[in-house]
Antibody, heavy 112, light 105 residues
Framework: EVQLVETGGGLVQPGRSLKLSCVAS????????MYWIRQAPGKGLEWVSS????????YYPDSVKGRFTISRDNAENTVYLQMNSLRSEDTATYYC?????WGQGVMVTVSS | IQLTQSPSLLSASVGDRVTLSCKGS??????LAWYQQKLGEAPKLLIY???SLQTGIPSRFSGSGSGTDYTLTISSLQPEDVATYFC????????FGGGTKLELK
């Protein structure tokens, strides 16, 4: 059974950084692209980043490009999301995803 | 690819057949999924690749479509189906529809 467990969320001040982690199990992690998706409170869903199987290619929407970095460690079955220069509009629940399957999410609140 | 869901709000009665629409701005090539999200919960995968039912999802849920037009159908609405439903395309980039909120009449 595929399991995706996100950690690292919390309250952070605007302009600061936070790093999310997602530990995967139940599938051959190194064979799959991985994704981060977010949902602001009361809002819709937004794709945040994608990474290919070896980590050599990454993709971002304009809203986070240059501030967020996705990476992965295939030996540890873990995907990361480094979030820098955080803004209030980054406040959301962040979900780690493998194809169309998602974890339970982790909350990030950006506030002074 | 932009996804437009309609209607944004749907009121129906228990036992009704319910149809939700998701239209893409370009061909999605059947790489479309549907999620159900209840208040305070994470989205739950219902359907992937247009019409494949995720394990454990009741058979009253079904998906169909092709090209740019896709549909989620609930054959007989149950009270526990009250939720917001999102479509998601993964053919060209990764984008979501704005959601359809389903409520009981």
């Amino acid at each position: 059974e595929v399991q995706l467990v996100e950690t690292g969320g919390g309250l952070v001040q605007p302009g600061r950084s936070l790093k999310l982690s997602c530990v995967a199990s139940g599938f051959t992690f190194s064979s799959y692209w991985m994704y981060w998706i977010r949902q602001a409170p009361g809002k819709g869903l937004e794709w945040v980043s994608s990474i290919n199987t070896d980590g050599g290619s990454t993709y971002y929407p304009d809203s986070v490009k240059g501030r967020f970095t996705i990476s992965r460690d295939n030996a540890e079955n873990t995907v990361y999301l480094q979030m820098n220069s955080l803004r209030s509009e980054d406040t959301a629940t962040y979900y780690c995803a493998k194809d169309v399957l998602w974890g339970q999410g982790v909350m990030v609140t950006v506030s002074s | 690819i932009q996804l437009t869901q309609s209607p944004s709000l749907l009121s129906a009665s228990v036992g009704d057949r319910v149809t939700l629409s998701c239209k893409g701005s370009q061909n999605i090539n059947n790489y479309l999924a549907w999620y159900q999200q209840k208040l305070g919960e994470a989205p739950k995968l219902l359907i992937y690749n247009t019409n494949s039912l995720q394990t454990g999802i009741p058979s009253r849920f079904s998906g169909s479509g092709s090209g740019t037009d896709y549909t989620l159908t609930i054959s007989s609405l149950q009270p526990e189906d009250v939720a917001t439903y999102f479509c998601y395309q993964y053919n060209n980039g990764w984008t979501f529809g704005g959601g359809t909120k389903l409520e009981l009449k």
